[in-house]
């Protein structure tokens, strides 16, 4: 079953742990570049501030499957800094690289002007999804920053926010009404 996007709100922290903690610790790395213990995962779920990081979560079959995380830098969010993670058993079907593409329009509808993403450099998955969305890779301390640079919000980009999130709720709903929530 194909995918859906939707924001996840802040009594879903407890679905996004859940979905931070199955990473392995590769992957964990890779998402948080250190080793990352599952108490450590638990401060940064409890910790997070929804007013200025946006979450937007892939689901499949009712679970949560990815999540991208948009934080939104200062007061005037013209910075933005975005990570995502696929469950290792859906990725390589372009989750990642649409939860990137979603969030950095979310970042963009909120007025930033560019975004971060920083990589290890062994990973290659996010380089891809990064040069594909033209980001500018450079390396610095040890890790590949992608910056990427947004033209301001249009009423295009802002209504097609509006109407996936729309999509998204619709099939949440769909889900719960048809018992598949994991
Ligand atoms: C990075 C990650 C989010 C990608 O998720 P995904 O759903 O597999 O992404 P996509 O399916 O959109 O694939 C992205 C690109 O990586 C490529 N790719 C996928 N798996 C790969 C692999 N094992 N080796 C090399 N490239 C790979 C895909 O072909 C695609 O490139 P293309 O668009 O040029 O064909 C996922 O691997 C992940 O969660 N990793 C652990 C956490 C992490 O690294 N987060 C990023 C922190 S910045």
Redo the contacts with the bound molecule.
Sequence with gaps: MAPYFRKLRPFERGIYLSHLRA?SSE?RR??FHSITSDEQLERYAASVDFEQTVFLGAFMEGALV?AGAVALHSKTFDEAEI????ASQ????????TLTRRTLRIARNRGSRSVW???LPD????Q??AR?LHGQLSLHQGTLDARLELTPATPFTRLGETFEDGVGVARSVSDLVFGRVA
């Design positions: 990473l992957d890779l998402r990815g990570a995502v993670s696929v859906v990725r390589g079907h372009g989750i990642g690289g993403m920083f990589c990973n290659t998955p996010m891809r999804i594909r």
